[in-house]
């Protein structure tokens, strides 16, 4: 990637994305490409041969996603499916008909499944079932990769497809219907916090066990993966170190301070008991995380204080 190749990066308003565009940015590339999902549904095959066919870019970072926690997931089934195969299987076939130079897919660690040995390594996709709460969405995630392999191997597209652990960071979601657990336990603890509440309602059991990477080393991780990742087989990105919910709730509520209990809210799904990362291949490669989950925590609550608090 030279620093005035056209790079599009689908999804820049998402966590993700504006993490990837902030990157990119600071390391000086100068042509980046962006649309919202307003100005371009992804979804749609004729608006997305068009934009292609107009732009041309040379690097793809594919970030664009119907994107949830275990709640929105399991409730909008449909949308997770129907979209993110569109959204991919639109740009994937575009960047090999108008021959983008290379393209990463971002999936999950949800693709792998459910009860895999851990440390999750990457040859243990397709070995066994699927967690129930996120399936449609996995399915979509599975299928992109296999895009990628299959243009691949019959086209010989550089096409590269990343695994990222659990993320957090600047720009999350924080809907506490629809959002991953780390801003929901934000937001909870410091509504909790301001309004004196007497406890903070945790869902599940609190033991399933989760792996957090903050979404700007995340970002760094991908910059160096399309500079130096060439190969067919997927890479997880993620720090190699999980904990409990339980144990994260715990942190987040030293973090913002509230002084309260915890109470568990067993009606609500558990989901994947672990999916810790292996991520040995990503260490290989040249990459490590930089961010501790407490200091990433602490930048993700001031940024939320930040965008959502009145002052
Ligand atoms: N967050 C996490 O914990 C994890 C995320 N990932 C993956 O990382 C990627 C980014 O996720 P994240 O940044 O968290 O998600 P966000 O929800 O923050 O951002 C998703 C972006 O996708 C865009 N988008 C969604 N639907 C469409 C559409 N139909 N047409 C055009 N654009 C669309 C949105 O654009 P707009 O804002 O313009 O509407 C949005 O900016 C996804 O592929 C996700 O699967 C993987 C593992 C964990
Ligand atoms: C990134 C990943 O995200 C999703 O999977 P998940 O890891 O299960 O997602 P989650 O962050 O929503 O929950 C993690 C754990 O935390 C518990 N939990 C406690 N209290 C809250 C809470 O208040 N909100 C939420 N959302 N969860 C909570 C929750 O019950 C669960 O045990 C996938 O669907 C899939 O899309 C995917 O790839």
Known sequence: MHKDSKIYVAGHRG??????????????FSNIITRTSKELDLRSQFAVDN????????????????????QANNTYRAEFLYDNLMIEANIIHSAYKYEVEKL???GSSCIYPKLAPQPLKEEYLLTGPLEPTNEPYAIAKIAGVKLC???????????????PTNLYGYN??????????????????HEAKEAGAPAVTVWGTGSPRREFLFADDL?????YLM???????????GTGEDITIKELALLVKEVVGFEGDLEFDTSKPDGTPRKLMDVSKLHRAGFKHSTSLSE????????????????
């Not at 966590?15 to 000086?28: D, F, N, P, T, Y």
């Not at 793809?60 to 949830?68: P, Q, S, T």
């Open 172 to 189: 999350d979601n924080y809907d506490l219907s629809n959002s991953h657990v780390l801003p929901a336990l934000i937001r909870k603890f």
């Open 296 to 311: 990433g925590i602490a930048l993700a609550y001031a940024d939320f204080k930040n965008k959502f608090v009145e002052v």
């Open 104 to 106: 990463m897919f971002l």
């Open 15 to 28: 966590m993700v994305g504006s993490a990837i565009v902030r990157k990119l940015q600071s390391e000086g």
């Open 51 to 70: 934009f292609f066919q107009e732009e041309r870019p040379a690097y793809v970072f594919l970030a664009a996603a119907k994107v949830g926690g275990i």
């Open 227 to 237: 500079a130096h990742y060439n190969e067919r087989e997927l890479v997880n990105i």
């Open 219 to 223: 970002a760094q991780a991908c910059l």
């Open 149 to 163: 392999e299959a243009y691949r191997d019959q086209y010989g597209c550089n096409f590269i497809s990343v695994m």
